[in-house]
């Protein structure tokens, strides 16, 4: 099992900085990739960006060049760093990982999301 506690959200201006992090804990040797999705309100949960285990990134179009991901080198603590954040940016932000249990099947852990709002 694997434990992920984010924080960081907030209110911010239309244009505003946030940080986000994510904590690991539990068996993090089973995770191989970690991201954020986000959740706007009445809207399905969306990819924003992830980052594996050598450091591939990929991100959502509307947050490229905006948005930077990062992990620090112990691999248990994500982060995603929102620059010039728009009202659309608005969602509750939740950190995800990837990897495989103790029978070698794919599964995904959820942390409990944290609210990010921007006001225009």
């Known amino acids: 099992q694997v434990q992920l506690v984010e924080s960081g959200g907030g209110l911010v201006q239309s244009g505003g900085s946030l940080r986000l992090s994510c904590a690991a804990s539990g068996a993090v040797f089973s995770i191989n990739t970690m991201g954020w999705y986000r959740q706007a309100p009445g809207k399905q949960r969306i990819l924003v960006a992830t980052i594996t285990n050598s450091n591939s990134e990929n991100y959502a179009d509307s947050v490229k060049g905006r948005f930077t991901i990062s992990r620090d080198g112990a691999r248990d603590t994500v982060y995603l760093q929102m620059n010039r954040l728009t009202p659309e940016d608005t969602a509750v932000y939740y950190c995800?990982?990837?990897?495989?249990?103790?029978?070698?099947?794919?599964?995904?852990?959820w942390g409990q999301g944290t609210q990010v709002t921007v006001s225009s």
């Open positions: 995800n990982a990837h990897g495989t249990d103790w029978i070698n099947l794919p599964v995904d852990y």
